[in-house]
């Protein structure tokens, strides 16, 4: 069994075995002619359960040709240009190939002794970011798992610098009283990460959006004077660049100038907008982030990166101090004395992967303004679909993108009870998964229910997007054609 490690007496094989699995996806990508095989639950799990784990193959060849027939076959393919579900960018190449690199070496990005340079590769990406945000000579940041991750480091940042000079939380009903006000569409970790922290049910605050889904200004100024005069201590600000279902910038100067006026920590989300950062022609949407106390970056949604990469980051050093804890073991206080750099300091994770490698060798090969380019394309892209959109009778689109995401509804002529045309609506997503032609993202809008294009893949053209807003209302005009037949 010792000829499966990979060290220096098995280089040979392990070349000929990354060599033929790589061709085996690259032929997959090659001749796949739709983002999904359409395969049902039912018919996938007795393949997959069947097999017997504790019988292994002894054969590379035969397991992936086992794994062609479980997984490779019926993968749902990101690169194809009718994929526009999720947050889910096709790949860039160079990102691959760090990821290659990074596999095969395994450094653990938690100290220095289990890295070295991959430790100075990650603090040198988080020093670009900070200088891309603005975030002045004084930020720093760590690699998380994406955007979930790096929120509830952010508000455990918030959290303690909330927490009056000198008092525990255990001593006081501080606790009970923080409050985090985000807006109404924001993303849901936010919430998540509320109840990790120990939080209660009620300090999440949702603020109002107007009718482009961004939040209120006027509305977050009401409740911060509302918390000041309840005696409520509002702990952060979330603003999002880039809110999953609308692609929504929330208004970030008045933003930040309220959380000046009210000594609020102010957090951006921008795991989705973070590719405004690169952007040749639209960095402007990010005007007010070089005030954040803290922002999240998603490289996996808008720099084109396998997943997971993915960063926070913090205005002032010293406010990460928060995550830090000292084991003998690891990271002795006697480290940071003999300035030894161990990133585990700053991170919620111990064992990390050196997921900043992917950016990097992206970065060294296309540059940041090809990245930006990239995501400027699809940009234009969504704006074209919404003039499709808004000038096609068959659809209700919902606001004007500010990113690439496209929310619409389909509205029959014939039909005028929203319950019928909810169900029209969600048979045709369902559908159309089912035939594997396309992938659409579903969501609810005022609680009826609405599609979703989340356009992140420069190789779709505006026919694509035609092709499969035929394809939706054809599903849909067959679902009322056949439930009128029913009710006949």
């Not at 590769?121 to 720093?140: F, K, M, N, Q």
């Not at 790096?150 to 939380?169: F, T």
């Not at 999002?240 to 208004?251: C, N, R, Y």
Request: charged share 25%; proline share 5%; aromatic share 6%.
């Amino acid at each position: 069994m010792r000829s499966h490690l990979l060290n220096d007496l098995t280089a040979e094989h392990y070349r000929r075995s990354v060599t033929e699995g790589v061709e085996r996806v690259a032929d997959r990508l090659a001749t796949t002619d739709r983002p999904f095989t359409g395969v049902t639950v039912d018919a996938l799990a007795p393949r997959i359960d069947g097999i017997d784990l504790d019988r292994p193959l002894h054969d590379t060849t035969a397991a992936l040709d086992e794994l062609e027939e479980l997984y490779l076959r019926d993968a749902v393919y990101f690169h194809h240009p009718r994929y526009l579900a999720h947050l889910n960018c096709p790949v860039v190449i160079p990102a691959v190939l760090g990821e290659a690199v990074l596999s095969a070496v395994n450094s653990s990005l938690d100290t220095w002794d289990q890295s070295a340079g991959g430790t100075l590769i990650e603090r040198r990406l988080i020093d670009w970011t900070a200088e891309r945000i603005g975030l002045g000579p004084a930020a720093d940041g760590v690699f998380t798992s994406g955007g979930t991750q790096s929120n509830l480091q952010a508000l455990l940042l918030a959290r303690e610098e909330a927490k009056p000079e000198g008092a525990g939380w255990e001593a006081s009903d501080t606790l009970a009283r923080l409050r985090i006000l985000t807006s109404e569409v924001s993303h849901f970790s936010v919430r998540k990460s509320a109840k990790l922290l120990g939080l209660s049910p009620e300090s999440v605050v949702a603020v109002p959006v107007g009718h482009d889904r961004r939040m209120q200004t006027v509305a977050l100024a009401h409740e911060l004077e509302r918390c000041t005069r309840d005696g409520l201590i509002p702990m952060a600000v979330v603003a999002t660049a880039g809110t999953t279902d609308f692609g929504s910038i929330d208004p970030l100067p008045e933003i930040a100038e309220l959380c000046a006026q009210y000594g609020t920590w102010m957090h951006v989300d921008a795991a989705y907008g973070c590719g405004l950062l690169v952007s040749p022609r639209r960095r402007g949407l990010l005007d007010g982030i070089e005030r954040a106390d803290s922002v999240t970056v998603d490289y996996h949604k808008s720099f084109f990166q396998p997943v997971s990469s993915s960063a926070v980051l913090v205005r002032d050093a010293a406010t990460l101090r928060h995550a830090t804890y000292h084991a003998e073991y690891l990271n002795p206080r006697s480290a940071v004395r003999e300035r030894i750099p161990n990133q585990v300091d700053k991170s919620l994770q111990t064992t990390r992967r050196f997921d900043a490698l992917k950016l990097w060798m992206t970065l060294r090969v296309m540059g940041a303004h090809g990245i930006g380019q990239l995501f400027d394309e699809v940009c234009d892209l969504a704006a074209e679909g919404w003039e499709l959109l808004a000038a096609d009778p068959r659809y209700d689109v919902v606001v004007e993108p500010q990113l690439s995401t496209l929310v619409f509804r389909y509205i029959p002529s014939a039909v005028t009870d929203p319950a019928d045309i909810d169900r029209a609506n969600l048979h045709a997503r369902k559908a159309l998964f089912a035939s594997g032609d396309a992938v659409v993202a579903g969501t609810k809008v005022a609680g009826r229910h609405y599609l979703k294009f989340t356009l992140l893949n420069p190789e779709t053209t505006v026919d694509d997007i035609t092709a499969v807003l035929d394809l939706i209302a054809g599903h849909a005009e067959q679902y009322l054609g056949e439930s009128l037949d029913r009710a006949s």
